[in-house]
């Protein structure tokens, strides 16, 4: 042991912190029957065209609320807001993620009591919103085609900790090099729980399956 300096290790400390707070956040969102999706993809893969047409199928049968996280700029949030959902947008102040403080800060200004669905699409990024808990009910990640089956390999984390995987734009395989079978093994054997579902944002397709997983969810975590 150094005699002259103390070495703390404050990232331990940190990530535990995170943890507390969002099983918190979780605890809080249960009693209010509102069911939380932490949504996390790349910048450009189809968040905000999905969540879009998601609204559009479910807006008539549940209370939606979209909060829009990203580093600055209002698009996403007035995208979403156009839906005729509530929305928010929330600047993180140069961070390439929210973690469970900020989503704290965030519940509490947009308000979600009345909200069956309520969904935190992260800051584009595979890497930093992989690591912090936002204190959501599941964590879901697109992956859009021209991306490349090879991301499972290349960012293991996301994949790990996604109860759900989106492939998005399967409109646009005629015209990329994508092994449907190579990346589904590749997500489950980083995490053999989860569930794989192929979608276009554009066309619609596959967003039946989509919007039936979202109905099963929100039910389960309300009862």
């Not at 939606?64 to 959902?85: N, Q």
């Amino acid at each position: 042991m150094n005699d002259k300096f103390r070495v703390l290790e404050i990232k331990q400390n940190v990530y535990k912190k995170n943890e507390i707070t969002a099983d918190g956040i979780r605890e809080r969102l249960k009693r209010q029957k509102t069911f939380m999706i932490n949504l996390m993809a790349s910048p450009g893969a189809g968040k905000t065209t999905t969540l879009m047409r998601t609204i559009e199928k479910l807006k008539n049968e549940m209370q939606i609320g979209v909060m829009e996280a990203d580093i600055d700029a209002t698009v996403d949030a007035e995208k979403i807001a156009a839906t005729g959902a509530k929305a928010i947008q929330l600047h993180t102040g140069g961070m390439c993620h929210m973690d469970a403080e900020m989503t704290v800060q965030a519940l509490n200004e947009f308000g979600t009591e009345e909200l069956d669905l309520l969904v935190l699409e992260n800051v584009g990024n595979l890497v930093c919103p992989a690591e912090f808990d936002t204190g959501a009910s599941t964590n879901v990640a697109i992956l859009s085609v021209p991306e490349g089956d090879d991301k499972p390999l290349k960012y293991p984390l996301i994949f790990e900790v996604c109860d759900l995987i989106l492939i998005n734009k399967i409109d646009t395989k005629a015209v990329f090099d994508f092994d449907d079978n190579a990346v589904i093994k590749r997500i489950l054997n980083r995490n053999p729980k989860a569930k794989v579902l192929f979608i276009s944002a554009k066309t619609g397709q596959g967003f039946d399956a989509w919007i039936s997983w979202i109905r099963s969810a929100v039910k389960e975590w309300q009862n």
